[in-house]
């Protein structure tokens, strides 16, 4: 049995959003628990769909002694502020010191986070703890499907494993893999090579989901390299060759740093074939990278399709509002969807969720089956942005107190303060409001207000690809709609500063120069 350290630090940072990550962000619980320190960490994660929950319940049963540490996460946003920083990584070294010697550290990651004073966050909350433990203490970390992976994060992590899935549910099970990796490498006490690739081309979000290529050819490969077979089922002697562990991480292009961008770290006992099995890998996605594109919608265009399709549909035509999916930075107010679908006349339609908390508490004042006379959305007035101004009915109204029950936000509970859906009856469509930013991927944040997903002719979600977990099953088709939104979706139109030159913007589009 060892002692084994676990904790965690999670932000995705958009350095292009309106809003930086506060202390306050990290210590409240949204969906997932707010800032837990010490002991009642352990409890505190259990049964959550997050990466700590996999790897505690994995090395409990493996038999080691836990160290909590502390964990905690706040909503994408803009950069974490320095004391929000220093607080939550002081907390890590300050216990880990206090709590040592340990045998080995296991830290629940994003990958993507950007402080006001460190590019890279991860690898510099990396490197204090390797000055704690030494070289040669093992630390193994889980990362997001959108982590900026850098070399920093390499040298300082002894393994680092992704997710696998986007939408991303195998978060936990990530974290299970990762405290497996931890203990087989505790036993065989000895490190492992590590061949690190970055790619020269900046994929948008939209195009990352695993379910569609060419996302999804590439993760079968991982597999079937770490199996030790080609695509075609013949041993190729990798296993032999001792490949441990393949990551691949497709970027967080809204992010203003050196390393943004897609990459690959190959784990193997033996240098030579790792460091083969990350060319191989590293040819197959640069090979794919037509691929990743598809057809992006204005929000007349989308609204237009979406009503000639429900004509004959029997099931929900999604609109996806993918550049202001909170889960990217975005503020989840923006109008320009719900602008059309007003004017398309979308009887049926709702869209969600909006975060307006003024509106919200408006709403409730007057309560249920009352006018509210006044403007939703558009809190920040991102793009010159102005709030819809309707007479809205207020149809239902809800605490926000929920349990999830989708692919990735089941058994969570939600706390997201008083929500409201209010119609336009003129038009026929409804908005759901919030009072604080969730990304629009479960089922359960439509039902708490008396919407049954299902049944809804047209849906706009403020998401990207998360939604398609719990709701694709459902939907007779899926558009992906542009509409304005702090998560720009083509990198071409960010104004980077500090991108590396010699990156592709996106695939196969012009070079930083």
């Given at each position: 049995m060892a002692?084994?350290?676990v904790g965690g630090f999670q932000h995705e940072?958009?350095?292009?959003?309106?809003?930086?990550?506060?202390?306050?962000?990290?210590?409240?619980?949204?969906a997932w628990p707010g800032f837990v320190r010490g002991p009642q960490l352990i409890e505190a994660?259990?049964?959550?769909?997050?990466?700590?929950a996999g790897a505690v319940q994995a090395l409990q049963i493996l038999g080691h002694e836990l160290v909590p540490l502390c964990w905690c996460s706040a909503p994408p946003s803009s950069y974490v502020e320095e004391a929000a920083y220093e607080r939550v990584a002081g907390a890590i070294i300050e216990d880990l010191r206090a709590q040592g010697p340990v045998d080995g550290v296991y830290l629940d990651l994003h990958g993507a986070m950007v402080a006001e004073h460190f590019e890279d966050g991860?690898?510099?909350?990396?490197?204090?703890?390797?000055?704690?433990?030494?070289?040669?203490t093992p630390l193994v970390t889980s990362l997001d499907y959108h982590t900026n992976m850098t070399a920093e994060m390499v040298r300082h992590a002894s393994a680092m494993l992704g997710y696998r899935t986007y939408p991303h549910v195998d978060m936990a099970e990530t974290g299970g893999r990762a405290a497996r990796l931890?203990?087989?490498?505790?036993?065989?006490?000895?490190?492992?090579?590590?061949?690190?690739?970055?790619?020269?081309?900046?994929?948008?979000?939209?195009?990352?989901?695993?379910?569609?290529?060419?996302?999804?050819?590439?993760f079968e490969l991982i597999a079937e390299i770490e199996r030790g077979s080609d695509r075609s089922g013949a041993v190729t002697g990798s296993h032999n060759q001792?490949?441990?562990?393949?990551?691949?991480?497709?970027?967080?292009?809204?992010?203003?740093?050196?390393?943004?961008?897609?990459?690959?770290?190959?784990?193997?006992?033996?240098?030579?074939?790792?460091e083969a099995a990350a060319d191989r890998l590293y040819s197959f996605i640069r090979e794919r990278e037509p691929a990743f594109a598809g057809r992006l919608w204005t929000p007349d265009e989308a609204v237009g399709e979406a009503m000639r399709l429900a004509q004959t549909a029997t099931r929900p035509v999604l609109l996806a509002d993918i550049q202001d999916n909170p889960g990217a930075g975005g503020r989840s107010d923006t109008v320009g969807l719900l602008r059309a679908l007003i004017a398309h006349r979308a009887r049926g339609a709702v869209i969600g969720m909006i975060v307006d908390p003024a509106a919200v508490q408006a709403a409730t004042a007057i309560g249920?089956?009352?006018?509210?006379?006044?403007?939703?959305?558009?809190?920040?007035?991102?793009?010159?942005?102005?709030?819809?101004?309707?007479?809205?009915?207020?149809?239902?109204?809800?605490?926000?107190?929920?349990?999830?029950s989708g692919p990735m936000y089941g058994g969570a509970k939600f706390r997201i303060g008083p929500m409201a859906l209010l119609t336009d009856e003129e038009s026929g469509v409804s908005a759901v409001l919030a009072c604080r930013r969730i990304q629009a991927v479960d089922q359960e944040m439509f039902r708490h207000?008396?919407?049954?997903?299902?049944?809804?002719?047209?849906?706009?979600?403020?998401?990207?690809?998360?939604f398609r977990a719990h709701f694709e099953p459902i939907a007779e088709a899926v558009l992906c709609v542009q509409s304005p939104g702090a998560h720009v979706t083509d990198p071409e139109e960010l104004p980077y500063r500090n991108l590396r030159k010699g990156i592709r913007l996106r695939p196969q589009g012009p070079v930083r120069c």
């Open positions: 002692r084994i350290a940072t958009n350095t292009f959003a309106p809003l930086k990550a506060t202390w306050a962000d990290f210590e409240r619980a949204d994660v259990e049964g959550f769909n997050i990466p700590i991860e690898g510099e909350l990396m490197r204090r703890i390797r000055a704690v433990i030494g070289q040669q931890l203990d087989r490498m505790l036993r065989d006490r000895r490190p492992l090579y590590k061949a690190h690739r970055q790619l020269d081309f900046l994929i948008p979000l939209v195009w990352q989901c695993t379910s569609t290529e060419p996302a999804r050819s590439i001792g490949i441990v562990s393949i990551t691949h991480t497709p970027g967080f292009p809204p992010a203003d740093i050196a390393q943004c961008g897609p990459a690959l770290v190959v784990y193997g006992r033996d240098k030579e074939a790792a249920e089956d009352a006018v509210l006379e006044r403007g939703i959305g558009a809190a920040v007035g991102f793009a010159g942005e102005t709030p819809v101004e309707r007479p809205w009915r207020v149809a239902r109204l809800a605490s926000g107190v929920f349990t999830g207000v008396g919407v049954e997903p299902a049944s809804v002719p047209v849906l706009a979600l403020k998401s990207t690809v998360h």
